[in-house]
């Protein structure tokens, strides 16, 4: 391999002095095998490859560092000339062996901290922006130190690097492989405060319309860079400035970059299973009018609680397949459900551990019970949703006469047996215009059935077979007109529904559930 450039040990001197090693390497060529190397590595390698000179050079160069920084703590330095860390103009220290090492090591530290279960991982990085204002002005005082000829118009990514360099020492030190689709991700923030303070606001002042674009998006949900300012925002707005006023903007830059935030997150675990409700007070989700809380608990909280503590997640998302009224009760094989766990420490659990939760939710309340817990797939998940409207579902309504029925009325409501598969057409309801949009619904009856009166014939139960996303009670009553056929106008009379229960939801849920 070979490396050859005919430039005078003072020259080197000022290389070293500006750039790191692996950056000087980075602006002269695209060699992997190079960039990889340590520092002190690079250093021989040049040496062996151009002049011995060279590695002369570089230790003259930390020598002079040492005595600055042994002045300094002995109180004889220049504190306002005198630095500590060496800072690269052109990665601001961060491919630098002893900042990849603190940055690995913070890494395995947050991890191990926020006990988190995984077998693989993947990276994010998100680098302060300074770093493109440094690259162009690096490769602007490469070429004017070492030649124009010298230098390579498309040097290699600061980040590129960064990445390849970061990867084996992450690995190495969670003991487990990364994997581009692994579920377990890692965000590494690095910042330059002292950039965003000096740089970014007089680039905003040079180019304000480049900082008006869109902000862009990144796989990772969750994970987002800190200063919310995009990467095509500062890249355009370097497009407008000069070189000369960029070098400006960044000479009075002192200090190197640090590790702001290590932020984690597993992708989301999804927990299925049915439930039955035995309140007519419990809503199935909290309800909360004007900001106010109306009631104390509700479904959604007595099945995701223990189900998002058992798995240590952030959050949950509550899904069903379909919902009933706060006064309607939950019989039969129960409806099926869904929990989304946000970002769960714990991805799997055994299923003698499931068992346990779901014993735990039983427990709490007698108002609900949840039956086939289990932890399914994403591909799973849309069989919840997938032809919900093609649904059966079937119910159990005690209605009334508002007056003493006629004998011909009563007659009219024995003869429902012998509809089936009536289509009606529903408005939407009164009592759900302030969430439901305005729309007329088609819905099919499939059938009814008459189940007994009250020794006054007063009061009736009827069984109903019908479509998913059936309003019943409008059905029942007709809501002003706006459910048209409705049971009124089967029987020719006012009738309302007193209490409804569901029998069942036809779906198969959770998979294999029977």
């Not at 070293?16 to 000087?24: E, G, L, S, W």
């Not at 969430?435 to 007994?452: D, E, F, M, N």
Request: charged residues 30%.
């Amino acid at each position: 391999m070979q490396f050859c450039f005919e430039m005078d040990q003072e020259t080197w001197k000022k290389a070293f002095a500006t750039f790191c090693p692996r950056c000087v390497v980075r602006l002269f060529c695209h060699d992997w095998k190079v960039l990889k190397m340590s520092e002190k590595d690079i250093v021989n390698f040049l040496a062996e490859n151009n002049d011995e000179q060279i590695e002369t050079s570089f230790l003259e160069i930390e020598q002079r560092r040492s005595l600055q920084v042994t002045e300094l703590q002995n109180g004889n330095g220049d504190e306002m000339n005198a630095t500590t860390d060496f800072l690269c103009i052109s990665c601001l220290g961060i491919l630098m062996t002893p900042f990849l090492e603190d940055c690995s090591q913070k890494v395995a530290e947050t991890v191990a901290n926020d006990n988190y279960t995984f077998n693989r991982f993947q990276c994010f990085y998100f680098l302060p922006h300074q770093l493109f204002v440094s690259d162009k002005v690096s490769q602007d005082t490469a070429k004017q130190l070492f030649g124009v000829n010298a230098v390579e118009n498309e040097a290699h990514d600061v980040k590129e690097i960064f990445k390849i360099l970061m990867e084996p020492l992450v690995t190495a030190k969670l003991k487990v492989p990364r994997s581009i689709d692994a579920n377990f991700e890692i965000a590494i923030n690095i910042s330059h405060r002292e950039a965003e303070k000096k740089v970014l606001p007089v680039m905003k002042s040079k180019s304000p319309r480049s900082f008006t674009h869109g902000k862009g998006k990144h796989p990772a949900k969750r994970l987002k860079p800190l200063d919310g300012v995009s990467i095509a925002q500062v890249k355009h707005a370097i497009s407008k400035i000069s070189v000369e006023e960029l070098r400006e903007m960044s000479s009075s830059l002192s200090q190197p970059c640090k590790v702001e935030a290590i932020q984690l997150n597993h992708s989301s675990v999804y927990v299925g299973g049915r439930y039955n409700k035995y309140s007519r007070t419990l809503p199935q989700t909290p309800w909360i009018i004007d900001g106010k809380r109306k009631l104390e608990n509700s479904v959604q909280e007595f099945l995701g609680g223990p189900i998002k503590d058992a798995f240590r997640a952030d959050g949950y998302n509550f899904s069903s397949s379909g919902r009933e009224d706060v006064d309607v009760r939950m019989l039969g094989t129960g409806r099926p459900y869904l929990i989304e766990l946000i970002n769960p420490r714990f991805p799997s659990v055994p299923q003698a551990k499931i068992l346990e939760i779901e014993k735990k939710i039983n427990e709490q309340t007698s108002d609900i019970s949840s039956s086939g817990l289990q932890i399914v797939s994403k591909t799973d998940c849309k069989r919840l949703k997938e032809g919900e409207e093609e649904k059966t579902k079937s119910y159990y309504a005690l209605c009334r006469f508002i007056h003493p029925p006629r004998q011909t009325q009563l007659e009219k409501l024995g003869q429902l047996k012998d509809l089936t598969d009536v289509e009606i057409k529903q408005t939407t309801p009164v009592r759900v215009l302030h969430r439901r949009p305005l729309a007329v619904r088609i819905r099919t009856i499939h059938k009814i059935s008459l189940r007994g009166f009250d020794d006054n014939k007063q009061f009736f139960k009827l069984e109903l077979s019908t479509q998913a996303g059936t309003y019943i009670k409008e059905f029942v009553h007709s809501d002003f007109g706006r459910t048209s056929p409705s049971l009124r106008d089967f029987v020719d009379a006012d009738v309302d529904i007193i209490e409804l229960d569901v029998q069942s939801v036809d779906v198969v849920w959770p998979p294999g559930f029977k």
